[in-house]
């Protein structure tokens, strides 16, 4: 069984950062992908960054340019730097992994852009 806990979520004005940071315990796979959804309010579940071992990293048009996707394979780690930063990125930020079985999320972090 694969656990994921995210942190680093909270409030920040616009054109400020924030890291986000999860952690996963049980079996993970290097070559597997890992990454990040967000949801914002009243909208769908979407993606903003996945990784596979720690090459390759792919964005949505979004966020590219303004966020970047790290991954410590060693640690089980997986973060998401978050520059330039606008109310439109306010949403609760998922960790995700997924293996060929199944797609595996964590709790949610919350994420609030506002002046």
């Known amino acids: 069984q694969v656990q994921l806990v995210e942190s680093g979520g909270g409030w920040v004005q616009p054109g400020g950062s924030l890291r986000l940071s999860c952690t996963a315990s049980?079996?993970?796979?290097?070559?597997?992908?890992m990454g990040w959804y967000r949801q914002i309010v009243g909208k769908e579940r979407e993606l903003v960054a996945t990784?596979?071992?720690?090459?390759?990293?792919r964005y949505s048009e979004a966020v590219r340019g303004r966020f970047t996707i790290e991954r410590d394979n060693a640690k089980k780690l997986v973060s998401l730097s978050m520059n330039s930063l606008n109310p439109e990125d306010t949403a609760v930020y998922f960790c995700v992994y997924r293996n060929s079985l199944r797609t595996y999320w964590g709790q949610g972090t919350q994420v609030t852009v506002s002046s």
């Open positions: 049980g079996r993970i796979f290097s070559d597997d992908h």
């Open positions: 990784i596979r071992s720690g090459r390759d990293p």
